[in-house]
C-alpha cells in the first residue's frame, strides 16, 4: 500500500493504524470531525486531514481529490460505548453512513474498502436462527454493524468495488480512552477493588491493538474479495481464564467475583471461521500477553480516573 483514506482517524483503531502505516512511509488521508487529536499527525508531511462529519461523508469525493487510492479504511462509529450502544437510532444511522462511505470510496475510485465490523455479529447470527434468545442492549449495536456489513458488501459488489471486513473482539491496548471492559477491570484491580463478572465460562478472546493493526494492514493488502475475517487468535480461552490470567499478572491478591452477572453473549465459535485470516494473508497474532497487558496497565494507571 502506498496511500489509503481512514475515517474515524482520530479514534482508538484509527489513530493506531495511522500511526503505524505513516512509520512505513504510507500516505495517509484522514477523515474525522473537527479535533485536537488531529494534531498528532499534522507534522508528518505524509498526513493530510480532511474535516467532514457523517453528513459530509457524501461530499468526500469533492474533498479528496486523490484518485490512486489503495484501500479505504472504515472506523467511524458513533456512539460504541456506555449506554449509546442501545440507542437504536443511532446505530442505525451508522449503517447508513457506512453506505455513504463505501459510496464515496468508489467515486473517488479507491481500489478496496475495509469495514470496521464487529465479531459480536455472530451474536445476531445466533439470536436470528434461535427461537429462544435473550438478547443484550449490546445486540442493538451489534445489529447496526451487521447492517452496515450487509450494506457495504451490496453496494460493493454492485458497484464493483473490492470488498473486505474485520470482524474484532474485544481490543486491550494504550490509547483507548473508553470504559470497555478491559479497561474497566484493570482500573478495579490497580485500585485493589474486586471485580464484578459474569460466570466466564464461555470462549472469548482479548486481542492486543497492535495485532489489530497488524490485521488491518494484511486484510487491505491480501485480503480476499467479499470476505470476513476474523481478526483474533486461532485458539481460544474461556472469559474466566483471561481473566484470571490479568488478574495474575496484575494482582495476584484480588478477588474475582465471578457469576456476579448472568452471562447473555451466546456466540457459537463452531462457526467462526478462526484460521481464515491466516490461510489467506499470513496474519496471526503474535503479541506477548504478559508484557502487553504490563504496559497496558501502566497506560490505565495514568490516564484512566
Known sequence: MKKVIISGVTGFFGSALTRKLLALGVQVIGVDIDTPKFEEFKSNENFTAVVAGFDKYEELPSLISDTDIDVFYHFAWAGGFTTAIRDYKLQMSNAGYAGDALVAAHKIRAKKFVYANTYNQYEIINFLESDVFEPRYTCIYSTGKTAASLICRTLAYNLGIEYSAALVPMPYGENNYSKQLVNVVLKNLIDGVAPKLVEGNNLYDLVYIDDIINAFIAIGEHGKHMKEYYVGH????????????????????????????????????????????????????????????????????????
Request: overall charge positive; charged content about 40%.
Open 234 to 305: 486461532r485458539k481460544l480461552k474461556t472469559f474466566r481464564e483471561w481473566i484470571i490470567d490479568i488478574r495474575d499478572c496484575i494482582a495476584p491478591n484480588v478477588d474475582l467475583k465471578f457469576g456476579e452477572y448472568k452471562d447473555n453473549q451466546k456466540i457459537d465459535y463452531s462457526k467462526v471461521y478462526l484460521d481464515r485470516l491466516y490461510n489467506d494473508t499470513g496474519f496471526e497474532c503474535k503479541a506477548d500477553f504478559k508484557k502487553t497487558m504490563l504496559s497496558t496497565v501502566e497506560w490505565v494507571r495514568k490516564n484512566i480516573k
